[in-house]
């Protein structure tokens, strides 16, 4: 998969795009829906299929405040190519570009530039400046610039509209089993494993310690798995500032059941799948020990070890 900063024609087109436009911000069960019929339609009618997304989150430019990413730039991206998607375009949501008119912004960028026959969005999408465009203002111009127009309808869940602000929400509020129904796989966790304070180690339970550029740490005690060089290990994770040690700078460590090698500087993933318990300060660290062994029991349970 070809990525690209900006508005650039990939070097690898050759012919007509089918293209779809978003942020796609943990490329959950809604937009696995739109790739899907995306490559669909690529492969049907000999297009190329091209996903334009943003960076930074266009509200954050838009002055309407932090919006804390499901997943990173990275993540995204290695979400998205196993669609088969063959090009993205990564655009900044500048002020020049939000001014552009929903016409101007088809025209110029999505016909002129990259040659679009055909247009895949979700329900609801707007586009434009101050959001002016619709899905019947690219059926209008569709007829005009000879291009079709797909709107996917959005997927409920649980009764429950999937989207990105939702999930956000939930994983904010620790609510880590219902965030991966919507996201239809296990929230994850990226970084690269750092040495920490050997805490972990001297009650008896040494952790994988990671430095991560995630942006949502769900605080909480997690039956988890560790993916290392595409093997997954069952894990049980803490993510918080272990108060039972004088409150510290948010970790993620995990410890990973029955496995003894060194994996300083190693990146690996943590996959969040099961919350057991809130992080709480206990009055030693060995009641603190005593409490992880009933978590582990839990975890091992689930995995079905032993």
């Known amino acids: 998969m070809e990525v690209i900063s900006g508005l650039k024609v990939p070097s690898s087109l050759s012919k007509n795009t089918i293209i779809t436009i978003g942020n796609f911000d943990g490329v959950h069960l809604g937009h696995k829906k739109i790739l899907q019929f995306l490559i669909r339609e690529a492969q049907q009618y000999d297009l190329f299929s091209l996903v334009l997304t943003f960076s930074p ?21 290695k979400a998205i190519e196993k669609f088969g998607i063959q090009a993205v375009l990564i655009t900044s949501f500048d002020k020049e570009f939000s001014n552009l008119s929903s016409e101007e912004f088809i025209q110029k960028v999505m016909v002129n530039a990259l040659n679009a026959e055909e247009v895949v969005i979700g329900e609801g999408f707007q586009f434009g400046k101050n959001r002016e465009g619709n899905i019947n203002t690219l059926r209008a111009l569709g007829a005009h610039l000879n ?5 996917i309808p959005k997927v409920i869940k649980d009764g429950r509209t999937v989207s990105s602000s939702l999930i956000r929400r939930l994983l904010q509020e620790g609510k880590i089993e219902e965030a991966n129904i919507l996201l239809g796989r296990y929230y994850e966790i ?3 494993v750092i040495k920490g304070k050997d805490r972990g180690k001297v009650i008896g339970f040494p952790t994988a310690n990671i430095k991560t550029e995630n942006e949502i740490i769900p605080m909480g005690v997690y039956v988890s798995q560790v993916v290392i060089d595409s093997r997954t290990y069952p894990s049980l994770t803490n ?13 993620v460590e995990s410890y990973i059941i029955d ?12 996959r969040l ?33 032993g």
């Not at 989150?57 to 991206?77: A, E, N, S, W, Y």
């Not at 291009?147 to 709107?151: D, G, I, L, S, Y």
């Open 273 to 305: 799948i099961k919350k057991i318990r809130d992080e709480i300060k206990f009055k030693s660290p060995e009641e603190l020990s005593l409490q992880i062994r009933k978590d582990l029991k839990q975890a091992e349970a689930y995995f079905k070890l």
């Open 57 to 77: 989150h266009p509200d954050i430019i838009l002055g309407k405040g932090k919006v804390k990413m499901i997943q990173t730039l990275d993540q995204r991206l």
């Open 259 to 270: 496995f003894d090698r060194k994996l300083y500087g190693q990146e690996i993933a943590v």
């Open 239 to 251: 993510a918080g500032c272990r108060p039972t040690f004088g409150r510290e700078d948010m970790q």
């Open 147 to 151: 291009f079709r127009v797909h709107e």
């Open 190 to 192: 990226e970084g690269k």
